[in-house]
């Protein structure tokens, strides 16, 4: 088959939403419900997703971060960054996305309350 399979609504539109923006909005979705829940005890918070993180040439760990939390200094807010390509890769189904990415999610806003992960978000599983 030559061309799309599906015909845009507007043309010089996709018709289809790539998988950087199903992820945007997985990750919105889920930050909006957790940071609504805690924005009285969270402060200014940014959120932002990134394909992969930047790691030095000497990164000797063995695995790849899947998210960076930088604490607010000042005037400059906290920042939750969540890595796409690296979360991507370690799962194999919507489902397993959903639960890293809240999984994720839920313990950086925990590290930054200082409570318990399970506390952040009734859906948080653990290491079960």
Known sequence: MRGPGVRPEHPGTPALRTKRERFDDLVLGIVTE????????????????????????????????????????GGAPTRLVLFRRPIEHRCETRGDLEALVLTLVVEQVAELLGIDASEVDPRYQGDD
């Open 34 to 73: 957790v940071d609504g829940r805690w924005q009285d005890r969270l402060g200014l918070v940014e959120y932002a997703v990134e394909d992969a993180p930047q790691v030095p040439d000497d990164w000797d760990t063995g695995t790849v971060p899947l998210s960076s939390l930088v604490r607010g200094t």
